[in-house]
């Protein structure tokens, strides 16, 4: 079962957020992961603020209430093998 599909069943959402303003690279990051999720730019810093996100870029587990269930900080090279690890969790 795909990541997106394992979401989807357990009615979360994955989203990243991106506050240094790079949207090249961005991007970049982006289609490595074959655009599999949302991904925020924040180049205001309103995500460090109110989230308290303190590393970049950060991914959030969303809820179908719109908790945050988990919080990723950093790029990994592994990313789905990772995240898959965090549903199995939830």
């Known amino acids: 079962m795909s990541l997106r599909e394992r979401q989807e ?7 990243s957020i991106e506050v ?3 949207l090249k690279k961005t991007r970049e990051v982006v289609k490595d992961k074959e655009g599999n999720f949302p991904v925020l ?11 308290h996100i303190t590393g970049t870029p950060t991914t ?3 809820d179908r ?8 900080i950093g790029y990994m090279k592994n990313f789905e093998e990772v995240v898959g690890g965090v549903l199995d969790r939830i």
């Open 9 to 15: 069943e357990l009615g979360l959402k994955l989203l």
């Open 20 to 22: 240094t303003g790079n």
């Open 41 to 51: 730019l924040d180049c205001r810093g309103f995500s460090r603020d109110v989230l």
């Open 60 to 62: 959030l587990i969303v």
């Open 65 to 72: 209430q719109g908790r945050i269930r988990s919080r990723l």
